[in-house]
């Protein structure tokens, strides 16, 4: 980089700029392992999924469901998206809408929702209802 009075240039390069990852607000993140602090939310919300994929799926009730993947939304608030195996190796996703800053909402059952689809794989990709 010179300087010409007060003005810097930069020198011209043959490398092509390097692309930059667009971000959308509201946009849906990358599928990715379930963290510590995704496990946390999910627990907050644990017994509402459980019983809605239980009836939902006819999963029985000794089966342990537990996330394997997540992809996540912020909107007013944030979604959660977990893909949850089930026991016929099939793969649920349930949505959690968390609102870190409105305590009495957490843990109810109106802020969970499962979909209808069953997803075939733990590499296919989530669906986001």
């Known amino acids: 980089m010179s300087s010409h009075a007060g003005h810097e240039t930069t020198k011209a390069t043959d490398e092509a700029p390097k692309p930059t990852p667009q971000i959308l607000c509201g946009g849906i993140a990358s599928v990715r392992p379930v963290n510590e602090d995704d496990l946390k939310v999910w627990d907050l919300y644990k017994d509402h999924s459980e019983k809605k994929l239980q009836e939902q799926f006819h999963v029985p009730k000794t089966y342990q469901l537990k996330p394997t993947q997540v992809s996540t939304q912020v909107v007013a608030g944030q979604n959660y998206f977990f893909k949850v195996q089930l026991p016929d190796k099939k793969y649920a996703t349930v949505r959690v809408y968390h609102v ?15 979909s209808e689809k069953l997803l075939d794989c733990p590499a296919e990709k989530l669906d986001h209802f």
């Open 100 to 114: 870190p800053w409105q305590k009495d909402t957490h843990g109810k059952a109106e802020q969970v929702a499962i």
